[in-house]
């Protein structure tokens, strides 16, 4: 049952987005870490990518807490 919640959770966020009502960030490549990851490097690279990804879509960001 976990996973059909998991699904309907992402159909919902999907239609969010579309609407304009969220901003949804996405890693633009698979991160490395686990959901139980406990490899301090590996957390840290995720944190990075994910820095990253915030710094690189910051003006839209910036867009839609403004809108």
Not at 2 to 12: C, V
Not at 18 to 45: C, H, N, W
Not at 58 to 67: A, G, M, Y
């Given at each position: 049952?976990?996973?059909?919640?998991?699904?309907?959770?992402?159909?919902?966020l999907?239609?969010?987005?579309?609407?304009?009502?969220?901003?949804?960030?996405?890693?633009?490549?698979?991160?490395?870490?686990?959901?139980?990851?406990?490899?301090?490097?590996?957390?840290?690279?995720t944190?990075?990518?994910?820095?990253?990804?915030?710094?690189?879509e910051?003006?839209?960001?910036?867009?839609?807490?403004?809108?």
């Amino acid at each position: 049952n976990r996973h059909l919640i998991y699904n309907q959770q992402l159909r919902e966020l999907e239609e969010l987005e579309k609407r304009g009502e969220i901003l949804v960030l996405r890693p633009k490549i698979p991160l490395m870490a686990s959901r139980t990851e406990k490899d301090p490097k590996i957390m840290q690279e995720t944190y990075n990518q994910g820095r990253e990804l915030a710094l690189q879509e910051v003006e839209r960001i910036k867009s839609f807490l403004n809108s």
